[in-house]
């Protein structure tokens, strides 16, 4: 062998171990940048999600909203490599935590920060805050996720305000101030109600999310259960929560709707999480997480049905 034909062996390893190191690296990157979003996963979930025959949360969010975003940056990497020859390529960015805009678009959600006015709901025991405006701002904080997100948001309130009329008897105030909350949402024509509201409990152990849905209501159920999912893997919380079929008058109305319990008041360190402005911007990515996984879940449901 002369010397030139060696040091193109030479030369032909090297470009082979640089190409199997990339190839490593950008397994590695493409777990990692999986694993990142509103939602956290780590890489063993991910790994059982993408293997798992059965339907979840997880596996919707994956194969729909953060494989499609990770081949993009994958194909405009391999593009770079070919129009760039020997030129080194720069590392590809993890994708937005955010989902790209749009993946709402033309859905109408009603929001209904739950009391309001004289009525305050439940008072936190150590910070004195009413659940009416912690409600409100965690609200406002959804409504920004989903607006994110293309889809258009209706709210039922957006003050500290009684929906019922002012000379309304006191023991129908509070009928007709719900029935006017189902009514905003009615004449939006809105997709789905959610309702936001905050827990509370004798025990001050009991924490955790939970949403509620209409008995009999299947869509509702299947709305309840994905933001249950999306609140669990967004929130992490350490008592983990189902969702349950429950009778509240809010839920009445024509559409999927919901009641969404983000937490408990009554547990002073959930307490501090929900009056804290990061964890209330957690809550909204998470449910309009679980907005998206809903909206592919009804899909596809929709699809098998018609099949």
Same mark, same amino acid.
């Given at each position: 062998?002369? /010397?030139?034909?060696?040091?193109? @062996?030479?030369?032909?390893?090297?470009?082979? =171990?640089? +190409?199997?190191?990339?190839?490593?690296?950008?397994?590695?990157?493409?777990?990692?940048?999986?694993?990142?979003? *509103?939602?956290?996963? $780590?890489?063993?979930?991910?790994?059982?999600?993408? !293997?798992?025959?059965?339907?979840?949360?997880?596996?919707?969010?994956?194969?729909?909203? &953060?494989?499609?975003?990770?081949?993009?940056?994958? %194909?405009?990497?391999?593009?770079?490599?070919?129009?760039?020859?020997?030129?080194?390529?720069?590392?590809?960015?993890?994708?937005?935590?955010? =989902?790209?805009?749009?993946?709402? *678009?033309?859905?109408?959600?009603? !929001?209904?920060? #739950?009391?309001? #006015?004289?009525?305050?709901?439940?008072?936190?025991?150590? $910070?004195? &805050? +009413?659940? /009416?405006?912690?409600?409100?701002?965690?609200?406002?904080?959804?409504?920004?996720?989903?607006?994110?997100?293309?889809?258009?948001?209706?709210?039922? &309130?957006?003050?500290?305000?009684?929906?019922?009329?002012?000379?309304?008897?006191?023991?129908?105030?509070?009928?007709?101030?719900?029935?006017?909350?189902?009514?905003?949402?009615?004449?939006?024509?809105?997709?789905?109600? !959610?309702?936001?509201?905050?827990?509370?409990?004798?025990?001050?152990?009991? *924490?955790?999310?939970?949403?509620?849905?209409?008995?009999? =209501?299947?869509?509702?159920? !299947? %709305?309840?259960?994905?933001?249950?999912?999306?609140?669990?893997?967004?929130?992490?919380? $350490?008592?983990?929560? =189902?969702?349950?079929? @429950?009778?509240?008058?809010?839920?009445? @109305?024509?559409?999927? $709707?919901?009641?969404?319990?983000?937490?408990?008041?009554?547990?002073?360190?959930?307490?501090?999480?929900?009056?804290?402005?990061?964890?209330?911007?957690?809550?909204?990515?998470?449910?309009?997480?679980?907005?998206?996984?809903?909206?592919?879940?009804?899909?596809?449901?929709?699809?098998?049905?018609?099949?």
């Amino acid at each position: 062998m002369n /010397k030139t034909s060696q040091k193109r @062996g030479i030369n032909a390893l090297k470009v082979g =171990s640089i +190409w199997l190191f990339l190839i490593v690296a950008m397994a590695v990157l493409s777990l990692v940048a999986l694993s990142v979003g *509103s939602a956290g996963y $780590s890489i063993p979930e991910i790994l059982r999600a993408l !293997l798992s025959g059965e339907e979840n949360t997880v596996k919707v969010i994956l194969y729909n909203l &953060r494989l499609p975003r990770l081949l993009l940056a994958l %194909l405009i990497t391999a593009g770079g490599l070919a129009l760039g020859g020997k030129e080194t390529l720069p590392t590809p960015a993890a994708p937005a935590e955010a =989902s790209e805009p749009g993946a709402l *678009s033309g859905l109408i959600v009603a !929001l209904d920060p #739950g009391h309001g #006015g004289y009525d305050g709901g439940a008072r936190a025991q150590d $910070s004195g &805050r +009413w659940e /009416k405006d912690v409600a409100l701002e965690i609200a406002l904080e959804v409504e920004k996720a989903l607006l994110a997100r293309g889809a258009q948001v209706v709210l039922t &309130r957006r003050e500290d305000v009684c929906l019922a009329d002012g000379d309304t008897a006191s023991k129908t105030r509070k009928r007709e101030d719900l029935q006017k909350r189902i009514d905003i949402a009615e004449t939006a024509d809105a997709d789905v109600l !959610l309702s936001i509201h905050l827990n509370e409990y004798r025990s001050r152990e009991e *924490s955790g999310p939970q949403v509620f849905y209409r008995h009999g =209501s299947d869509q509702g159920r !299947l %709305l309840a259960g994905t933001l249950q999912q999306a609140l669990l893997d967004g929130l992490k919380p $350490s008592r983990e929560r =189902s969702a349950l079929a @429950g009778d509240y008058y809010v839920l009445g @109305g024509t559409m999927p $709707s919901v009641l969404v319990e983000c937490g408990f008041l009554s547990n002073p360190r959930e307490e501090a999480l929900l009056l804290d402005p990061a964890y209330q911007q957690q809550i909204g990515q998470a449910i309009a997480d679980g907005l998206e996984a809903y909206e592919v879940l009804l899909a596809r449901t929709g699809q098998e049905d018609a099949a």
